[in-house]
Structure formats: structure tokens, C-alpha cells
């Protein structure tokens, strides 16, 4: 192939400078696109260093929280309320033995020795004791069965019955209802209507000694 010098044209016209002018605008062109291209690929790699020094956030896992076990409840066993003992003043008790020694000679019968007096000579002092020991109680005592079925009948106590009013006695085998013969009706006080104690009364005097001038 031979290159013919004849075929470069000597001057340049206006269509020729247009196509040298587009071609310097391309190129310019080119170079600016390429040079964004360079920039923006920079600035995506960072050094090693820097990527080193920026400190990177873990993201915690994902753990499943457990709730915490509830406290066991501890079922305290239920105690029985205390028992309450009164303590009973002594007044009252010597002041029935001071009725019983002035009506019916209680104290001095009880604390007699009869093993030297005959059955009958026993027999007539009780009637003395007994009348006046009945005569304290009918002014001083209201007093009425604690049962009203009549003795030696049969009767049921149900379950939960006042084990204070009514004692189960015999063969007792497992849990209520009892069936039983009624023994003793049982008594209870009502009403008392003890004599009110004059101030200075010393009611320890169950019985005051006699002198016989």
C-alpha cells in the first residue's frame, strides 16, 4: 500500500477546523469523565489505616431473654391460735366455799374424819350438808342441762359438735358422727348472782372461829 502525500489537503477549510474543534471537545471530554470515574473510585477504597482506626460497632446477637423464674411460694403451715389462759382471782371461789361453810358446813364435813362414825350417823350429817349446799345454789347459781334428751336415751353427736360441752367417753374409733347412751345431761351455769364484797372484807375468812364466853 502506497501512501499518496498529494491526497493531505493544503489548507484547512471550515468544515475541517469543525471536525478538528469536535474532536478536541471529545477528547476533553473523555479526559474530564475519566477523571470523575478516578475520583469517585478513590474516595469508595480508603486506606487501611483509616479503616483501621475507625472503630466498628458489633451489633449485639440476637439473644432470646428468659424470664426469670418466679420465687417459689412457700405455703407456711397454718398454726393453731394460742391458747389464752386466764387466770382466775381467787376471790370469787372463797367467797361460794364461805357460802357453802355458813349454809350446809361444807368445809367442815369435808374435812372431817368419818371413818369412826357409823353409815347412819354419815347418812344424817349429808342430809344437813346437802340441803344447805342446794339452798347456795338455787339463791346464788341459774343452772339448766346442757342436753335436753333424757338419760340413758341413745343420741347422735354430729360431726363438729362442742367437744367443751359434750365428752365422748368408751370404745371412741374414728371420726364423728357418734352414736351413744347419754350418761349425764351435764350442767350449765346461766347466771350467778354472787353477794357483793364489802371493802375490808378479808374473803380468805372462810369460816370465822367461835369463842363461847
Not at 474532536?23 to 469523565?33: D, E, F, K, M, N
Request: charged share 25%; glycine share 6%.
Amino acid at each position: 500500500m502506497q501512501f499518496d502525500p498529494t491526497l493531505i489537503p493544503a489548507t484547512f477549510d471550515a468544515v475541517h477546523i469543525g471536525l478538528a474543534a469536535l474532536v478536541v471537545i471529545l477528547l476533553i471530554l473523555q479526559i474530564l469523565l475519566l477523571s470523575v470515574a478516578v475520583i469517585a473510585l478513590l474516595r469508595r477504597r480508603k486506606p487501611a489505616s483509616e479503616v483501621a482506626a475507625v472503630p466498628v460497632r458489633a451489633e449485639p446477637a440476637h439473644v432470646p431473654i428468659r424470664e426469670a423464674p418466679k420465687p417459689l411460694e412457700i405455703v407456711k403451715p397454718e398454726r393453731p391460735e394460742p391458747v389464752v389462759v386466764k387466770e382466775a382471782t381467787p376471790d370469787a371461789a372463797l367467797q361460794l366455799l364461805g357460802l357453802l361453810q355458813k349454809e350446809a358446813r361444807f368445809v367442815d364435813f369435808v374435812q372431817e374424819n368419818v371413818g369412826a362414825y357409823s353409815d347412819a350417823e354419815i347418812g344424817a350429817a349429808a342430809r344437813v350438808v346437802h340441803e344447805g349446799c342446794r339452798k347456795v345454789l338455787s339463791q346464788h347459781f341459774e343452772l339448766e342441762p346442757v342436753r335436753r334428751e333424757q338419760e340413758n336415751s341413745r343420741i347422735t353427736l354430729p360431726k363438729g359438735f362442742d367437744a367443751s360441752s359434750v365428752r365422748p367417753t368408751g370404745n371412741i374409733v374414728g371420726d364423728p358422727p357418734f352414736t351413744g347412751t347419754l350418761i349425764h345431761r351435764g350442767w350449765r351455769a346461766t347466771g350467778v348472782k354472787l353477794p357483793k364484797i364489802a371493802e375490808g372484807h378479808d374473803v380468805r375468812i372462810i369460816a370465822q372461829a367461835e369463842v363461847e364466853l
